[in-house]
């Protein structure tokens, strides 16, 4: 079984920075994506940000060029920095693990919260 812990959620204010971590119990070059969630309150879970296993990046249009995901592979961690943050980024932020076999496989953290307001 996939363990992913994720770390660094926050309360801080608008305009600025956090920085979340995951670390995966498994080697996550052996998954096809590892990315971050999120889910606000009365809202669906959204896709904020994905790095593939050859790094190739993809962003959610509403957090281009204020967040950078990215991945160690030798520590097993998939890292979000988040800059320039807004009251709309409150919500709790998943860390996905993706495996695509014969079917696709997905793995989810249990969340860490992230709230922007003065």
């Known amino acids: 079984q996939v363990q992913l812990v994720e770390s660094g959620g926050?309360?801080?204010?608008?305009?600025g920075s956090l920085r979340l971590s995951c670390a995966a119990s498994a080697?996550?070059?052996?998954?096809n994506t590892m990315g971050w969630y999120?889910?606000?309150?009365g809202k669906e879970r959204e896709?904020?940000?994905?790095?593939?296993?050859?790094?190739i990046t993809n962003y959610a249009d509403s957090v281009k060029?204020?967040?950078?995901?990215?991945k160690d592979n030798g520590?097993?961690?998939?890292t979000l920095q988040m800059n320039s943050l807004?009251?709309?980024?409150?919500?709790?932020y998943f860390c996905n693990a993706r495996r695509y076999s014969y079917t696709t496989f997905d793995y989810w953290g249990q969340g860490t919260q992230v709230t922007v307001s003065s």
Do not use: M, W, Y
């Open 75 to 78: 520590k097993n961690t998939v």
């Open 86 to 92: 807004k009251p709309e980024d409150t919500a709790v």
């Open 38 to 41: 999120r889910q606000a309150p």
């Open 65 to 70: 060029g204020r967040f950078t995901i990215s």
């Open 10 to 15: 926050g309360l801080v204010q608008p305009g």
């Open 27 to 31: 080697n996550i070059f052996s998954f």
């Open 47 to 55: 896709l904020v940000a994905t790095i593939t296993r050859p790094s």
